[in-house]
């Protein structure tokens, strides 16, 4: 691996690391982390209907952005629950580029914007 991507790796993880500080801080229950950390991932039955659909489906709940305005939103409306679902989501995305998993291309699942998965 080369430094640039160990670099860019570790930081995923402290944002990882963050997101997961601060949802502990909120004082929401564990259990609805548990549950809720993999969610993202249920946008892959959008390949079922091909890669490119597959890619959009994957990409929109892979994507900052959404959980950005989400965790922002949760704290002018003082709602702990949506920041808390906001901190799971932004948790699961830094997880997912700290090991290797990009957004995806729409000529395959396996070809992401920092490369190809596994190579």
Do not use: C
Not at 86 to 102: E, P, T
Not at 103 to 117: A, C, E, M, V, W
């Amino acid at each position: 691996m080369r430094l640039v991507d160990l670099a860019v790796r570790l930081e995923w993880v402290a944002v990882a690391v963050v997101a997961i500080v601060f949802y502990a801080m909120a004082g929401i229950s564990w259990w609805l982390f548990a549950l809720l950390i993999l969610a993202p991932d249920l946008s892959m039955l959008g390949y079922i209907a091909g890669p490119r659909i597959g890619a959009i489906a994957y990409n929109a709940l892979h994507i900052l952005i959404a959980p950005l305005v989400l965790v922002l939103a949760g704290k002018v409306l003082a709602n702990s629950t949506m920041t808390a679902v906001a901190l799971i989501w932004i948790a699961h995305i830094a997880i997912d580029r700290a090991l290797g998993y990009g957004l995806k291309l729409s000529t395959g699942f396996q070809d992401t914007h920092l490369g190809r998965i596994g190579r």
